[in-house]
């Protein structure tokens, strides 16, 4: 009788949808981590990729004043406190929802991202000047701080909030996401491989100890419809924003071979990367939010009984 009430135990654990959803979180996690190892090896350690990164910067200086000013003013208001605010919000969140664990998760995950890309900015990450233009643009930048924040909050909510609400919070909170990591271009504040860099590890940290959570928690997966309506309105802006992003590179790749590296680039040049930086950059948040809203679904992690 022990051996096969362990039995019917081990096949239980086994066949628990919760290791299913863990897995492939892990997985998404792994792949996510690669990818940001990747962008910074192809844009910021080679002399291709800093010569994009850097004219795509000098073109978001030519850009007009008023919405840098502008953006750099949003963006000063992603402060250590307001992002306290929405550390506690997150808890808050799982609290109301009985969730503790996966808020606590949610909360953690976004400040484990955070202090991920301050170390490997300041501490582990380095960008050589391998081209001329490097003179014109700050130090070390990679990855965006601010990019990191802000994408993973709104990773955080849509892992937070209950399943039928998911939808919506990967639309709005993903919307904030996407611009912010637009604005940190177009301020001047970084480069896209910063950005870019910031998206990935917030989704990389947020999968992770989804992940984990859901490994170690129960998990009810619902049986109603997916989010339509919210990949639709995602899939929307993505085809838009990776048609003009396509168009964007053609511009590039054209540029860079009829032109050698100079100190100043051509006017061309910094327009056409400073726009397939911003797009390219919008384009990835957007994947990267689908992907998390696919992946969750109508998850329901940290799940309890009602009686």
Not at 95 to 116: C, D, K, N, Q, T
Not at 180 to 207: C, E, N
Not at 260 to 268: A, K, M, Q
Request: overall charge positive.
């Amino acid at each position: 009788m022990t051996n096969e009430g362990s039995g019917i135990s081990l096949a239980r654990r086994v066949d628990d949808p919760g290791r299913a959803v863990a897995r492939r979180l892990a997985v998404a996690a792994a792949v996510a981590l690669i990818a940001t190892i990747l962008c910074y090896l192809l844009l910021v350690r080679t002399s291709l990729g800093q010569r994009f990164d850097n004219a795509a910067y000098l073109g978001s200086q030519a850009s007009p004043s008023t919405p840098r000013v502008t953006d750099g003013n949003q963006l000063r208001r992603i402060t250590a406190d307001s992002f306290a605010v929405v550390l506690l919000a997150l808890v808050g969140i799982g609290v109301f929802r009985r969730r503790i664990w996966l808020g606590v998760g949610s909360a953690v995950a976004a400040g484990i991202a955070v202090i991920g890309t301050d170390v490997l900015k300041h501490w582990v990450l380095h960008r050589p000047p391998l081209t001329a233009t490097d003179v014109y643009v700050p130090g070390n930048t990679f990855p965006s701080g601010h990019t990191a924040a802000a994408v993973a909050c709104a990773m955080a909510l849509v892992l937070v909030c209950a399943p039928r609400w998911r939808g919506l919070a990967a639309v709005v909170a993903g919307t904030y996401g996407w611009i912010t990591a637009a604005q940190v271009q177009t301020a001047g504040w970084h480069k896209p491989s910063d950005a870019i860099g910031g998206a990935l590890l917030a989704f990389a940290t947020v999968a992770a100890v989804a992940a984990l959570v859901a490994w170690n928690r129960p998990v009810y997966v619902e049986p109603s419809r997916p989010h339509r309506i919210a990949f639709a309105v995602m899939a929307s802006v993505g085809l838009i924003d990776g048609l003009a992003m396509v168009i964007g590179l053609i511009h590039v790749l054209r540029d860079f071979r009829r032109n050698v590296p100079s100190l100043l680039e051509t006017s061309s040049i910094r327009s056409d990367s400073y726009f397939t930086g911003v797009t390219l950059t919008v384009f990835v948040v957007v994947v990267l939010v689908m992907t998390l809203l696919a992946l969750l679904g109508r998850v329901d992690i940290d799940h309890v009984e009602r009686r």
